[in-house]
C-alpha cells in the first residue's frame, strides 16, 4: 500500500492505493499553527482500521515553502558574494543584507583570486549584529570548483545557524539565479525544519517504518530527511502533484490543460502529447528566477474562496461554510452549481453586493461565477500564447519549432464540477473531471519516482573532474573521454537516487547534454573541457501505466 498526502493551505488530504487503486481516501482542513495536528488527524482517519506495516511508501506534497515565499513569511537572510570581474553588484538579484567579498575562480575552476579571510570575518559580524541566523554563500564560478565557497562558510560557522552554499542548488553556471535559489534555500530553512521534524514526529507516532517522501517541483520524490537540507527544492511542490496527479488519472495523449482550482489560487499546467512541460533554467516565484527544476506552471490568485468584493485574496472558506465575505463558491451554491454548504447563508452573504451592483442575488451569482471564469480563461490563454514564444520542454526532451494547441481540458479541485464545462466551452476544448479529482494532489505525490540529476564537468588539460552539485572533484587522466564522463555520471547518479530513496527499478537514467571543446594553446591542443548532465526522468512509478485505473 503506498500513502499520499497533500498538505495544502485550505485543506490536508490523503489516499490509500493498493495494487493501484484507490482504497481510500480523505480531506480534513490544514490547522497552519500546527501541522502536526493536521497530518495525525488525516493518517488516524485514513489508517484507523489498517495495518502500517503493510505499506510501501509515504509520499508527501506542501504548499508551505511557496506559501511562505507568496506571503513574505520568510526570513531575514545574508548573503555573501564572491563576484569576481563581470557583472556589477548593482545589476545582481541580491537582499539588503549582502557582503560582496574578494576571490574568484575563472571558468575553468582555476582560483585567480584568493578570498580574504579577515575581510570575510568583518563582514560575517557586520550581518549578525543584523539579527541574521541564516546566510547564503555564493561564488561565480563556483560549481567549477566549490573550494572558496566551502572556506568562506566555514569561517563564517561561528556566526550563523547554517549556510546555504550556491554549488549544492544546482551545477548550472547561471550566476544571478544561483544567488536567487542559494537565498531562498536560507530564507525558508527554519520552516521547513519544523516541517520536516513534524512529519518524522508523525511517522514515530504513527508506527509507521517505511521510506517517507516528499515532492519537488520537477514532480519527482526524495527521501524527506534528506530534503532537509534543500527545502528550496519544494518550491511549487502543490502545483507539480496536481500535475503529477492529473498524468495518473487521466488517459492523456494529446495536448491539453490541467486546471487544479483550489481554495486560495488557480494552477495552471499545459501537456505536450500527453507529456508535462518543464521549466529548462528553473521556476520563478515572486520574481525570484531561481535554479530549481520544475514542472512549468503559472499560479494565478483566484480561488473558490477569493473574496468578491476586494478580488483575488482569501479570508476563510466561503460565507455558506462559515467564512466572514461572500466569494465565488457562495455565487456557485446559489446558482445550484453546488451543494456544500448553507444556501441561505451564501445568499446573505451576496446580498449587499448585488444591492450596491443594483441586481438580483441570481443575477450577482452569475456576473461573479463569469467573472472567475473568465479571469482563468484569460490566464490560461496567456500562458499557452507564452509558451508558444519560446522553445517547447517537456519532463523528456525539446520539441524543436513545436506549437501548443490543447483540444482537452482536466479539471481537478473542488469548485471543478461546477466550472469544468462553461471553461471548456470558453477555451474550445473538451473537458474532463477525473475521477479521485478532488484528492488529485495527494495521487500524484503517491506515483511519483524519485528524481535527481547531475552534472559532470571534466578538464583534461587539468586532469581534474568536477562533480558539480556534490562538490566532489577527482583526479582523471589525460586520456579522459565524454564516454567516461557519461559511465561515471551514471553510475554517480544512481548512487545519489538510491540515497535519496529511489528503487531499482525506477531509475530511468538520461544523457540531456554532452558537450565536448578542444582548449587550444600555442596553437596545439592542450586537451578538452568535457560536460555531461544526466538526469532521472520525472515520472510515475514503475508498475503504474496510464491504462491503470485508479
Same mark, same amino acid.
Given at each position: ?138 561564488? +561565480?564560478?563556483? #560549481? ?18 547554517? @549556510? ?137 490568485? !483566484? ?17 455558506? !461554510? ?15 452549481? #453546488? ?5 441561505? +447563508? ?31 480563461? @484569460? ?75 547531475? #552534472? ?10 568536477? !562533480? ?59 586537451? +578538452? ?22
Amino acid at each position: 500500500m503506498i500513502l499520499g498526502i497533500d498538505v495544502g493551505g485550505t485543506h490536508t488530504d490523503a489516499v490509500l492505493i493498493d495494487n493501484f487503486k484507490i482504497r481510500k481516501k480523505t480531506k480534513v482542513p490544514t490547522d497552519a499553527n500546527n501541522l502536526l495536528n493536521s497530518l495525525l488527524h488525516v493518517a488516524t482517519t485514513i489508517l484507523a482500521t489498517e495495518d502500517p506495516a503493510k505499506l510501501r511508501r509515504v509520499v508527501l506534497s506542501t504548499t508551505l515553502s511557496t506559501n511562505a515565499i507568496v506571503q513574505n513569511k520568510i526570513k531575514k537572510v545574508g548573503m555573501v558574494i564572491a563576484s569576481g570581474p563581470g557583472l556589477p553588484p548593482a545589476l545582481l538579484p541580491v537582499p539588503r543584507h549582502t557582503c560582496f567579498v574578494a576571490g574568484y575562480v575563472n571558468h575553468r575552476g582555476i582560483i585567480v583570486t584568493d578570498i580574504d579571510a579577515g575581510e570575510i570575518q568583518d563582514g560575517g559580524a557586520k550581518l549578525s549584529q543584523e539579527c541574521i541566523d541564516h546566510i547564503g554563500v555564493v561564488g +561565480k564560478f563556483s #560549481t567549477r570548483n566549490p573550494e572558496q565557497e566551502l572556506k568562506i562558510a566555514e569561517i563564517l560557522s561561528r556566526h550563523f545557524q547554517h @549556510a546555504s552554499l550556491g554549488h549544492r542548488m544546482s551545477g548550472h553556471l547561471n550566476f544571478r539565479r544561483r544567488i536567487a535559489t542559494t537565498y531562498l534555500n536560507s530564507a525558508i530553512w527554519d520552516l521547513y525544519q519544523r516541517f520536516v521534524r513534524d512529519v518524522l514526529q508523525f511517522v514515530h507516532q504513527q508506527g509507521i517504518t517505511v521510506p517517507i517522501y516528499v515532492l519537488k517541483a520537477d514532480g519527482g520524490t526524495f527521501d524527506v530527511a534528506k530534503s532537509a537540507d534543500y527545502p528550496a527544492q519544494t518550491i511549487l511542490s502543490g502545483p507539480a502533484a496536481s500535475i503529477m496527479g492529473v498524468l495518473s488519472m487521466a488517459k492523456c495523449n494529446e495536448d491539453a490543460i490541467a486546471l487544479d482550482i483550489g481554495g486560495t489560487t488557480t494552477d495552471i499546467a499545459i501537456f505536450a502529447d500527453g507529456v508535462p512541460l518543464l521549466e529548462n533554467l528553473g521556476v520563478t516565484i515572486e520574481g525570484h528566477k531561481t535554479l530549481i527544476r520544475g514542472l512549468r506552471t503559472k499560479s494565478i490568485g !483566484l480561488g473558490g474562496d477569493s473574496i468578491v468584493r476586494i478580488g483575488p485574496q482569501r479570508e476563510g472558506p466561503a460565507a455558506a !461554510l462559515g467564512g466572514p465575505f461572500p466569494t465565488p463558491t457562495d455565487a456557485m451554491i446559489v446558482l445550484n452549481l #453546488t451543494t456544500i454548504g448553507a444556501r441561505d +447563508k451564501a445568499v446573505t452573504a451576496l446580498e449587499p453586493v448585488a444591492r450596491q451592483l443594483g441586481k438580483s442575488v441570481e443575477a450577482t451569482a452569475q456576473q461573479i461565477f463569469e467573472e472567475a471564469c473568465g479571469k482563468i480563461v @484569460a490566464a490560461v490563454r496567456s500562458f499557452i500564447e507564452e509558451i508558444n514564444n519560446q522553445p517547447v520542454y517537456t519532463i523528456h526532451e525539446m520539441l524543436a519549432g513545436r506549437k501548443i494547441s490543447p483540444k482537452t481540458l482536466y479539471v481537478v479541485g473542488g469548485p471543478a464540477a461546477a466550472m469544468a464545462s462553461p471553461l471548456g466551452g470558453h477555451l474550445a476544448c473538451t473537458s474532463f473531471i477525473p475521477e479521485h479529482s478532488e484528492v488529485a494532489n495527494a495521487i500524484g505525490a503517491a506515483l511519483a519516482r524519485t528524481t535527481a540529476e547531475l #552534472t559532470i564537468l571534466a578538464d583534461t588539460e587539468r586532469r581534474l573532474l568536477t !562533480l558539480g552539485e556534490e562538490g566532489i572533484q577527482i583526479s582523471i587522466p589525460s586520456q579522459f573521454t565524454a564516454e567516461e564522463a557519461i559511465a561515471m555520471g551514471r553510475e554517480r547518479l544512481r548512487e545519489k537516487a538510491m540515497a535519496m530513496g529511489a528503487t531499482e527499478e525506477d531509475l530511468e537514467i538520461e544523457v540531456i547534454e554532452n558537450q565536448e571543446f578542444n582548449m587550444v594553446r600555442d596553437s596545439y591542443r592542450a586537451g +578538452k573541457n568535457i560536460r555531461v548532465k544526466v538526469q532521472i526522468k520525472p515520472g510515475l512509478i514503475s508498475g503504474f501505466t496510464k491504462e491503470k485505473t485508479l
